[in-house]
């Protein structure tokens, strides 16, 4: 496991930057917690000076071991303070150097301190263990670098053994002593090596999350670059497509125009002119819902609100289509609830509304169908509702159809035309209206879209004025809104 990981860091240490980056991390740990532990070991010290003054006091005359754990403890508070000083200084300055030998000065001052109190406090028991704490505190709270360590607890345990050495002179006490340092020693080395190599696998973890959102955020900021040159290109294509096709339609309408006036049998004609008026139609049609859906998901598209009688507008435009209902051989009911029902909306998208759920329930209704266009207040909402007696809608196909290019049938051999876009855009212009549409369908009974808006007035002031400009040109909509339905 060990040399796997030091491979690993090899390979990601092998980028100076990283090594860099990792290095100073590691140093602002050590020295942080190194401040820590002085103030720490400054308040102790007093604490335990204090203690030798006054409860071990009467000891400190006869036993030799009290009275140099009195002075250590005086040294070593002389050291933090002198320590914590120089911290405050150079902390300021911010160079790494400065801050990786302060806490290498601090640990090895410390771990020496302890390898002293160890020897000389033999005698005492308890003591003798300090060395090891120490050395085990060291291991685990710093992230020694692997030379580091070694430097530190080789050094000490050699200096620990001279001493041990040199004070003592059974050799049974002796061997015990040593075996016990270099046991220490062996395991301090182990915590500290695996403490520096998680520390490392953290880094490099974090690097990865790091790399890995940064690459995330290029590729999200690329979709969004592409997202937006699709949306710039629906938004040219159409309206270079639009052109042309207006041309067309004038051209068509001039030709009618100049047949006439020469007394040529229009009547030959009319069929291909139809063909060619009707055909233009759908281009408009779907040129405009292409438009209106770019308009929409790009949030440029503008309903002009202003408070109108909803029934009014929902009545108009049905009776406008009754002769052409008729004509295909299907019924048209206009019922209300109200007779008048002020909200706030905007007529031009309503008429389409209408005129969207009107084309499809023509299109989807045999012959001698009915249909139906209903007004009635549900709580704090006026509903709109177009019903037909047509070919119904499957109930897994019910939540489908209001998503784009969503067809029941999309044969090629399918009877009746269309993109796909209608009911998705009546949709986001009902909810732009604050409102929702729904559909109840039982398949070969028909179906009944009803659409909600809520029951709500806009202020004077607020109106859209361009809303009351509207020039309505019924026909010319119908003709656009129903060009999918053939003879
Ligand atoms: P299209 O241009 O195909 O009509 P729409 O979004 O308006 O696109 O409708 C999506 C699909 O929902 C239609 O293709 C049709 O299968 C189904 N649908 C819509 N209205 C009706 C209806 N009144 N009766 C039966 N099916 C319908």
Redesign the pocket.
Known sequence: MFIGDFKQIGVYFSIKKYEEEFEQGRICTNICRCHKAAVLLLIMNIILLLIDLTIYRPMINTIKAYLYLCYSHIILIFFMFFWLSIYKVYTNINSYAINEALYYILINVVLYWCVFLSINGLSISGQVFSYIICSLVISTLMYLSPSESLIVYLSSVIVFIIELCIRLNDTKVLMSNIVNAVIVVFFSLLISNMNYINLVKDFINKKNILQNKMELEATNQKLKEYEKLRTDFFANISHELRTPLNVIYSAEQMMGVVLKQNNVNIEKMDKYMNMMKQNSFRLVRLINNLIDITKIDAASFNVLLANYDIVKIVEDITMSVVDYVEEKGLTLTFDTEVEEKVIACDPDIIERIVL??L???I???EDKGNIFVNLYVEGDNICVS?R?T????SEQ?KEL??D?F?????SIKRK???????????KSLAEMHGGSIR?N?DLGK??E?IVSLPDIMIKENEQDLNACNIINNHVEKINIEFS?IYQ
Do not use: P
């Not at 047509?390 to 809608?393: A, N, P, T, W, Y």
């Not at 969503?406 to 999309?410: A, E, R, S």
């Open positions: 969207n759920l084309s499809n329930s299109k989807f209704t177009v037909d047509g070919i119904g809608i196909m159809i209001f784009r969503v067809q029941v049938d999309k009746r035309e269309g993109s796909g876009i209608g009911l998705a855009l009546v559909v369908s028909g179906s879209f999918d």
